[in-house]
């Protein structure tokens, strides 16, 4: 079963919970996915470590990075953080990961040029998932 962590702005809870939903309706293993708390400041050292260690364990990263506050193809600092890591399992310890974007980043978004190396470096592609996870539009297929 090929397993997907899920990565973007925590404010996208109602679209997580959709797509976790489609993702393993399909036969997908979601493994994580950014979860609100009630009570971040305790718990989000055990949250991250987590995160991490579901990025390490993944078959695929999907950068959910659609827009926000007006900014197409928005990424944070702790997605771009998550993206980074997932790469740095890639290419450092030859993790067969597939990296994918949701959207192309706005030339606003600060990490656009480092997305936009790496793509050159095809290290990352760019789809969207509309309810059919399998299918990446913009460069390849996900297998």
Not at 65 to 84: D, L, R, S
Request: contains cysteine; aromatic residues 12%.
């Amino acid at each position: 079963m090929t397993k997907i962590i899920l990565s973007g702005s925590i404010t996208f809870q109602a679209d997580f919970q959709h797509l976790a939903k489609s993702l393993q309706a399909q036969g997908y293993q979601v493994l994580n996915y950014p979860k609100e708390t009630d009570n971040i400041v305790a718990e989000y050292p055990q949250i991250f470590k987590q995160f991490f260690r579901d990025i390490e364990a993944a078959d695929i990263f999907y950068l959910y990075n659609k827009e926000k506050n007006g900014i197409p193809g928005y990424i944070g600092a702790a997605a771009f953080a998550e993206a980074t890591y997932a790469l740095g399992q890639k290419l450092l310890h030859q993790k067969p990961l597939q990296i994918i974007l949701k959207e192309q980043p706005s030339p606003s978004v600060p990490c656009f040029a480092e997305i936009e190396l790496w793509q050159q470096q095809n290290w990352l592609t760019v789809g969207e998932v509309n309810g059919e996870f399998g299918e990446n539009k913009s460069s390849g297929s996900i297998q």
